[in-house]
């Protein structure tokens, strides 16, 4: 009804390979659960009914890297959980984003010490960071929407 409307009965749709591709990407990331905090009752709060992060394609949290595009670091990471970190991003699939949710993904938090990692950043690179501790599960839905306001304007040079 409403699209035949617009384009006067012609009967199609045209758009470029990059915006049929982001869309596609947006609407199926599947996220890696890898909650090791406060920030992983959160991110739960924000799969359950009253947020229903399903609305976005993302129906539930996979536990394996290679079935995973999206890496939610939610809460502290130590020195030596910092190589296993970077041993499940390097298994997953490209393309792969990773969202670092919480003060203490960002930045250590409170926890400025020698044996937390003052930034998830220093082992994988991240693409969004989801501020507060621990952020309420509107911001990590706010933090996905940015993620794919990111994703739809990659163009295909990027994809590489």
Known sequence: MGVSRKLGGLG??????????NWARTGAMWPMLFGLACCAIEMMGAQA???????FGMELMRASPRQSDLM???GRVTRKMSPVLRQLYDQMPSPKWVVAMGDCAS???IFNN??????VDEIVPVDVYVA?????????????MTLHEKVKGEKIKDWA
């Open 12 to 21: 199609a749709v045209t758009t470029t390979l990059e915006q049929a591709v």
């Open 72 to 74: 939610i670091v939610a």
């Open 132 to 144: 507060g501790c621990p952020p309420r599960p509107e911001q990590l839905i706010h933090g996905i």
């Open 49 to 55: 009914a009253h947020y229903d992060m399903s609305r």
């Open 114 to 119: 020698y044996a937390i990692v003052q930034g």
């Open 107 to 109: 930045c250590g938090g």
